[in-house]
């Protein structure tokens, strides 16, 4: 399988990832289409030269390579399976790609749906945050057809460098699954080294030179204990949908009867910031709970 030279891109949401994600598909040189609840966050993209959608149907009519990175699952099953979806009006032939983090049982059930109208479907979520996204290093994590992967994979370098394919359908969200546990526990982590150095009378930006490139060292450590440092809790991941992550991962883990102590944790201690309001804050906000 290979891309036609006809092709053009969907992209549906534009957040805080999305909107730098397809900037990058837009300046590789493919006609894109575009569609977000609010369309004011696609302003740029539009201003460059993206087409408007006012619907996933009328993305699904346009295009026949569409990447979807939305909020929550039931959001993906709206856009992916509903009345004005990309499946029930999809072309024939069309590959879709969604890099939201939602459910990998999910992720099957639009394989299965999208295959009865010939249409492939990948599940394949991103770690890295604004960050990656904005300097197109985001890890991907890819479950589908491997022919549909191989066909995309030069669209996907084009807003990552770590392209891994896991395996079939749902095997995307699996992978995200164990990165979302790793994290959770670390930034705990991170957050309480940060804390006790402060306490200690340390200069905290000199303990992060020596942790950070040590035994110790994470993503998190490296990108995120410098804003919390500063103040900066601006979301590069909203807090409100690590929980959404978290949760899946723990309903998850229950399906296969395997304890998670530490993720059960870390969702305990970020429901308790978003019932303080810091649901809109980056994940960093973390900090705030030992205020």
């Known amino acids: 399988m290979v891309l036609p030279e006809s092709t053009v891109i969907g992209f549906i949401g534009t957040g805080v990832m999305g909107k730098s994600m397809a900037g990058h598909l837009l300046k590789a040189g493919y006609p894109l289409v575009i569609y977000s ?9 539009l201003e460059n030269g993206a087409a408007w959608a006012e619907t996933p149907k009328e993305v699904a009519e346009k295009a026949n390579i569409i990447f979807t990175i939305v909020g929550y699952p039931n959001d993906v099953e709206e856009i992916y399976l509903g009345q004005n979806g990309l499946i029930p009006n999809g072309k024939s032939g069309s590959i879709y790609i969604d890099m939201t983090t ?3 049982s999910l992720a099957v059930t639009i394989y299965e749906e999208a295959k009865k109208k010939a ?20 890890s991907i994590m890819v479950g589908g057809e491997q022919e549909a992967f191989k066909a995309v994979k030069p669209l996907l370098e084009k807003i990552g460098n770590n392209i891994v394919y896991q395996g079939k359908a749902g095997a995307g969200q699996h992978t995200k699954m164990s990165n979302q546990i790793a ?5 705990i982590g991170v957050c309480e080294a940060i804390i006790y150095a402060e306490k200690a009378g340390l200069n905290p ?26 103040g900066n809790f601006e979301p590069g991941f909203y807090i409100k949908h690590f929980i959404k992550d978290m949760k899946i991962a723990l ?12 993720l059960s944790l870390a969702k305990s201690l970020y429901e308790q910031l978003a019932e303080t309001g810091e649901e809109e804050s980056g994940t960093q906000a973390l900090y705030k709970y030992w205020d």
């Open 37 to 45: 609840r609010t369309k004011e966050k696609a302003t740029e993209l």
């Open 102 to 104: 939602s459910s990998p």
């Open 119 to 138: 249409i492939q479907t990948i599940d394949a979520p991103v770690s890295g945050g604004d960050v990656g996204a904005r300097e197109a290093t985001l």
């Open 183 to 187: 994290i959770a526990s670390n930034m």
């Open 205 to 230: 930006e000199n303990v992060l030179k020596s942790i950070s490139t040590g035994a110790a060292g994470s993503w998190s450590l490296t990108n995120l204990a410098p804003r919390m440092l500063k």
């Open 251 to 262: 309903a998850e883990a229950e399906r296969m009867d395997m304890p998670v102590p530490g």
